[in-house]
């Protein structure tokens, strides 16, 4: 169990950075732009924490999958940004498909 709160710290430590890095406006704001690389660092220590017991495959797709989710609700929750009802649709199927893999396939059991 101790893998998928690694994965969660690689999900949350990227998605906070790249809010940062957003936010730093192409590193015209030095702090958060600084913030946002150490922030990857820590993302990736965290996946490689998770690659130790997990699949590459189930890792990597989970960790890109709700990154993406999560920061395109950001970006339209403080960012201004828009979606449409096809991207509505695009991130159910996102959810869908990572549900599936981590759930339900046994493909993809810890190793």
Excluded: C, H, Q
Excluded at 1 to 29: D, P, Q, R, W
Excluded at 65 to 89: H, K, Q
């Amino acid at each position: 169990m101790k893998e998928y709160v690694y994965l969660a710290g690689a999900i949350l430590t990227e998605v906070i950075g790249t809010t940062a890095l957003k936010s730093s406006n192409g590193f015209e704001n030095v702090f958060l732009g600084v913030l946002a690389i150490g922030l990857y660092i820590a993302s990736f220590y965290f996946i490689s924490l998770t690659l130790t017991s997990l699949p590459v495959g189930l890792v990597y797709a989970t960790w890109s999958a709700v990154g993406i989710v999560l920061l395109a609700t950001i970006g339209i929750l403080f960012f201004g940004e828009r979606v449409d009802a096809a991207g509505i649709a695009g991130f159910v199927f996102v959810i869908i498909g990572i549900t599936l893999l981590n759930v339900y396939s046994e493909a993809y059991t810890p190793a």
